[in-house]
């Protein structure tokens, strides 16, 4: 990385963690069908309506030793993390894909993701909207790499298909619909090689993860995909193409 280049990352880390905050609103109200636009943010202990310097990303809740202002109930870790997460992948999407359109989209991607990630581990679901969000992302995609179109539809449809007949044989068992969707409309975005990779490596990490957190925290042995899928996905997305460009070469 260049010297000069720091402010830059820098700026990209604030604003990934200034949508982190918006994240963390979604994670918490999208499960209970709440509006994320119109409603001021609150206390939920006491309903006090935060000030905007009691939602500065990360620090306020540093600075506030993780209470709140007024009633001191303890305020979730999980917001300074959400907002630190996201604004890591921003800046981590960026030194991988530079200045580009496609660090655009993934830094959009990584927050949808994130987010999915979060409500799915909770409540075993993937709101329909973050597909649908993901679903624009690969629109946007083949539209601005159109020539190559048949990869991206090949992409939506490879994994997707496979998915939906387990779904039909094991009568919604074996996979979840919320699933199907993602890896859909994830492999709009990134075409059939990385989607194909994406859904190798959410397996290979759900069922390793799982199964060690099914020994040492007794874990329950319904598995939500969800979080695993989306770590494939991410992972894909920056380095798939030097992967398989690797795996090819051991071949020849």
């Known amino acids: 990385m260049y010297p000069e280049l720091i402010p ?4 990209i880390f604030i604003f990934g963690i200034v949508i982190g905050s918006f994240l963390n609103v979604c994670i ?4 209970k069908h709440e509006t994320i636009v119109t409603e001021r943010s609150h206390c939920m202990s006491c309903g006090c309506q935060l000030s905007w310097y009691d939602m500065v990303p990360v620090f306020s809740w540093l600075f506030l030793g993780g209470k709140c202002r ?12 959400v907002e630190a997460v996201n604004g890591l992948l921003y ?10 359109l496609e660090a655009v989209l993934y830094c959009l991607l990584a927050s949808a993701l994130l987010v999915l990630s979060v409500i799915d581990w909770r409540t075993y679901e993937i ?6 969000f993901i679903l624009i992302l690969g629109i946007l995609r083949v539209i601005t790499d159109y020539r ?12 997707s298909i496979f998915l939906y007949l387990l779904f039909w044989i094991s009568k919604g068992r074996a ?11 994830a492999g709009l975005l990134l075409g059939w090689k990385l989607i194909i990779l994406a859904f190798l490596l959410g397996c290979i990490l759900g069922a390793i993860i799982h199964l060690i957190r099914m020994r040492v925290s007794k874990a329950d042995h319904v598995l939500a995909m969800g979080p695993y899928l989306s770590v494939g996905i991410f992972i894909a997305a920056l380095w798939g193409n030097q992967w398989i460009g690797w795996y090819l070469s051991l071949l020849t």
């Open 28 to 31: 918490l109200r999208i499960p």
């Open 8 to 11: 830059a990352y820098i700026f």
């Open 91 to 100: 800046v981590l999407i960026f030194l991988v894909e530079d200045f580009s």
């Open 175 to 185: 996979i979840g619909g919320g699933d199907i969707k993602l890896m859909a409309a």
């Open 148 to 159: 190559n179109w048949w990869n991206y539809l090949i992409g939506f449809l490879c994994v």
């Open 127 to 132: 709101p329909v909207g973050i597909n649908i």
């Open 70 to 81: 007024k009633c001191k109930a303890p305020i979730s870790p999980q917001y300074p993390i």
